[in-house]
């Protein structure tokens, strides 16, 4: 997501200001890592980590939305050439290059952020906000495990937060709403995830929360925009 981001700025296909709000959105962990990690970490199974991945989509798309209103599209895009071009023996040369060094970074900074881990306490929270990963596997089944989870998958961690700024160099595009919004993500799915617990009565306070958050994230916004 940070990559496709970086990308889309660096060929004008959007401006800074839109490459900054889709950071915060196109970075979500794949349906293979949860059916094929997390699920083994909660009592509900594949059942609970639907409604997991359900849940990360919906608040992305409401962080979306709620970042963009007011907001006028970009035009950016209107008058860019492709800088591949429309060669297949130019394009698939570059995308393999670009995805080599994409590997690269992210397993470096996975065994980087692995090998701290080590060292830390045997906490699945702590290890968790760190490298997302760790965090996971150190999970122990309990009530409160499926909520855990959720704040882990949705603030992503510190090592996905360093792939993310490594992603931005040479492109202009600021981080500075990245972390305190991921933060809020992952906290906005642990509640979720336990108003789920709790019933359909409570999702009426569900969506109180939402509107809050709605109001301070635009306050914060337009008070970080007019601070740079």
Known sequence: ???????????????????????IISNNCSPGFLFGLVSGKLSGGGERVLALL????????????????????????????????????????????????????????????????????????????????????????GPWAEIMAAFLVGFGGLSVACQVLSSLEGTGISARLYLPLRLLHGLLMAFGMFILKLGSVYYLFYAVLLLIIAVFVKIYGKGAKSGV
């Open 54 to 141: 359900l849940l990360q989509w919906l608040i992305s798309a409401f962080l979306g939305i709620l970042l963009g209103a007011g907001h006028r599209p970009s035009k950016a895009a209107s008058d860019t050439e492709d800088v591949f071009g429309n060669s297949f023996f130019s394009g698939f040369p570059a995308a393999v290059r670009s995805g080599t060094r994409s590997i690269l970074i992210i397993c470096a900074y996975v065994v980087f952020f692995s090998v701290f881990t080590v060292f830390l306490p045997d906490s699945a929270l702590l290890k968790g906000v760190v490298e997302l990963t760790g965090g996971i596997l150190t999970l122990s089944s």
């Open 1 to 23: 997501g940070a990559e496709a981001a970086a990308e889309c700025c660096r060929l004008e296909r959007c401006s800074g200001e839109e490459a900054e709000r889709l950071l």
